[in-house]
T-cell receptor, first 111, second 113 residues
């Protein structure tokens, strides 16, 4: 059972379309992180959201942390082929250093 | 600035063989961790360390050992490889712990036949 559930698992869209990726849990998290991973490489941090209701923008990417701190979303406006990759959400579980990940959303943006 | 370095990049083992995956970081990070990545399952935490001499288990520790004798190095040992351990392994480090950004290596692709 995944503590962090991401949806959808796969997304294939055309360049210029908008999309939203969701990261949901039944547990409360003190913060959530979003990473992007390209083939053959390790994940790279995009953003950390900490406060319930927080919205952060990174160019065409908008990240939101739910008011109850149980969910987060990533919205991409006018997707480009360079956005193609695996998007992962992650959060600290219990105390003591366990950062757990969702199963990821594989995004393909076709020109 | 090398960041997190993992070796080897690829490895093929036979069932029952042992090996060590190496991980080194040059950022003076206290926190280091090992994850395995399998299709459709994201990254699953194997073991982690909050500083030299301190290690703890993650979500899927069985079949793996770790030690942390220095701040820089965090090797992962497979004592008796099994086909279920076929995966891509990532080492990561962060400055203070799970609440600071993780820096990942580029992974080791392991196949156990």
């Amino acid at each position: 059972t995944q503590l962090l559930e991401q949806s959808p698992q796969f997304l294939s869209i055309q360049e210029g379309e908008n999309l939203t990726v969701y990261c949901n849990s039944s547990s409360v998290f003190s913060s959530l992180q979003w990473y992007r991973q390209e083939p053959g490489e390790g994940p790279v941090l995009l953003v950390t959201v900490v406060t319930g209701g927080e919205v952060k923008k990174l160019k065409r990417l908008t990240f939101q942390f739910g008011d109850a701190r149980k969910d987060s979303s990533l919205h991409i406006t006018a997707a480009q082929p360079g956005d193609t990759g695996l998007y992962l959400c992650a959060g600290p579980y219990n105390q003591g250093g366990k950062l757990i990940f969702g199963q990821g959303t594989e995004l393909s943006v076709k020109p | 600035n090398a960041g997190v370095t993992q070796t080897p990049k690829f490895q093929v083992l036979k069932t029952g063989q042992s090996m060590t995956l190496q991980c080194a970081q040059d950022m003076n990070h206290e926190y280091m961790s090992w994850y395995r990545q399998d299709p459709g399952m994201g990254l699953r935490l194997i073991h982690y360390s909050v500083g030299a001499g301190i290690t703890d288990q993650g979500e899927v520790p069985n079949g793996y050992n770790v030690s942390r004798s220095t701040t820089e190095d965090f090797p992962l040992r497979l004592l008796s490889a099994a086909p279920s351990q076929t995966s891509v392994y990532f080492c990561a480090s962060s400055l203070t712990g799970f609440d600071s950004p993780l820096h990942f290596g580029n992974g080791t692709r392991l196949t156990v036949t």
